[in-house]
């Protein structure tokens, strides 16, 4: 089942520049998406959100785009910092499914100083 | 910050034994649910659940897994006869409604068959 994927495993940035991820999605059906950040030993930390309405929803460093027709979105990420070092995983879920949510593989950032 | 809460921590049993893992959800939430990671794999949907009975369930989710809310603020995944592949991460979320209303998710319960 790879209806949210998440086609880069890893990501290294520097301090202070922006971070880029990208999710693809395939099912037409998804309307609510999600970024979630992930440490060692810990579960999946919701960061941002985004319902298929808008294109773009920000909360300060993270900013999430959503292009419908590509059926991509992508979590900004400025200034990235040491501590967003992490596995982030990008989410959906259709309207009459809420909570059923689909995960993509998720993609290790790791920022250096 | 109000966060979703699991224990144990870590169980391990024998393959054929009973496990129960066991969730306290946001005081306020009222949807909850379980997920799970195979190590190497996607987190994946188990189960939700509202007003004390299953919304949803995915195919993984057979008459060896059920869920509980015994109490006001316990929330429970029982697994009555564990299996080698049921080995996992499992994680208990909550949220406080649907709607573009977001999932949290405890830190999680290592279940080890052996």
């Known amino acids: 089942d790879q209806q949210v994927k998440q086609n880069s495993p890893s990501l290294s940035v520097q301090e202070g520049r922006i971070s880029i991820l990208n999710c693809d999605y395939t099912?037409?059906?998804?309307?609510?998406f999600l970024w979630y950040k992930k440490y060692p030993a810990e579960g999946p930390t919701f960061l941002i959100s985004i319902s298929s309405i808008k294109d773009k929803n920000e909360d300060g460093r993270f900013t999430v785009f959503l292009n419908k027709s590509a059926k991509h979105l992508s979590l900004h990420i400025v200034p990235s910092q040491p501590g967003d070092s992490a596995v982030y995983f990008c989410?959906?879920?259709?309207?009459?499914?809420?909570?059923?949510?689909?995960f993509g593989a998720g993609t290790q950032v790791v920022v250096t100083p | 910050e109000p966060e979703v809460t699991q224990t144990p921590s870590h169980q391990v049993t024998q393959m054929g034994q009973e496990v129960i893992l066991r969730c306290v959800p946001i005081s306020n939430h009222l949807y909850f649910y379980w997920y799970r990671q195979i190590l190497g794999q996607k987190v994946e949907f188990l189960v939700s659940f509202y007003n004390n009975e299953i919304s949803e369930k995915s195919e993984i989710f057979d008459d060896q897994f059920s869920v509980e809310r015994p109490d006001g603020s316990n929330f429970t995944l029982k697994i009555r006869s564990t299996k080698l592949e049921d080995s996992a991460m499992y994680f208990c979320?909550?949220?406080?409604?649907?709607?573009?209303?977001?999932?949290?998710f405890g830190n999680g319960t290592r279940l080890t068959v052996t």
């Open positions: 099912n037409s059906m998804f309307d609510y």
């Open positions: 979320a909550s949220s406080e409604g649907t709607g573009y209303s977001p999932l949290h």
């Open positions: 989410a959906a879920s259709e309207t009459d499914s809420w909570g059923k949510l689909q």
